[in-house]
């Protein structure tokens, strides 16, 4: 089983449509999660952390399920300027930070 | 202005020569990271340092090494025998524990 997995997609959807991702993560000892957005061959960029209580930004939301290991961004109102990859990242405990990023899961809002 | 610097942006190299790929940051940031992506697919850990002359392997090593003698500096070298070379490497660096992950801009390899 991969540290990380995510649907890849794509999410065809028409703008002002609500999406949600999951991300499934193995290592039940892992302590930080967060969500990047990666654009078309540009590096990815920290869009939100994703707290135990969950937390919001605008349109997006991110929560933590840990008892069944999985973390999930939902993204309200999609605008064409969403259309990106998104990246979960698990950080890992014990001597050794391990940040392990999930393989993307690809949005295409559609006009 | 802090962050964290890659270079070259594009690099081209003849099959079978070791190359050197540039990591810096001046975000006083304790950890980095090498990554490697290839088209459509996610980000792979090559190898990760915490401290200065300290290092792990990541999943991918093989056919690549690195060196962490500054905290600011963490380069890779893509040696021969690595097998299928071309890719986008990506470089990453954080403060320590829990906390998010900066990225430079990436280094497209081609080997021809």
């Known amino acids: 089983r991969k540290e990380v997995e995510q649907d890849p997609g794509p999410f065809n959807v028409p703008e002002g449509a609500t999406v949600a991702f999951n991300c499934t993560y193995s290592n039940s000892a892992s302590q930080s999660f967060f969500w990047y957005r990666q654009d078309c061959r540009k590096e990815p960029k920290l869009l939100m952390s994703v707290y135990s209580s969950g937390n919001e930004d605008g349109r997006f939301t991110a929560q933590l399920n840990r008892a069944s290991q999985y973390i999930s961004l939902l993204i309200r109102d999609s605008k064409l300027s969403d259309s990106a990859t998104y990246l979960c990242v698990v950080m890992n405990s014990g001597g050794y930070q391990k940040v392990t990023f999930g393989t993307g899961t690809k949005l295409q809002v559609i006009p | 202005d802090g962050g964290i610097t890659q270079s070259p942006k594009y690099l081209f190299r003849k099959e079978g020569q070791n190359v050197t790929l540039s990591c810096e940051q001046n975000?006083?940031?304790?950890?980095m990271y090498w990554y490697r992506q290839d088209p459509g697919q996610g980000l792979r850990l090559i190898y990760y340092s915490q401290i200065v002359n300290d290092f792990q392997k990541g999943d991918i090593a093989e056919g690549y090494s690195v060196s962490r003698e500054k905290k600011e500096s963490f380069p890779l070298t893509v040696t021969s025998a690595q097998k299928n070379p071309t890719a986008f490497y990506l470089c990453?660096?954080?403060?320590?524990?829990?906390?998010?992950?900066?990225f430079g801009q990436g280094t497209r390899l081609t080997v021809v």
């Open positions: 990453a660096s954080n403060k320590g524990w829990a906390t998010e992950a900066f």
């Open positions: 975000l006083n940031h304790d950890a």
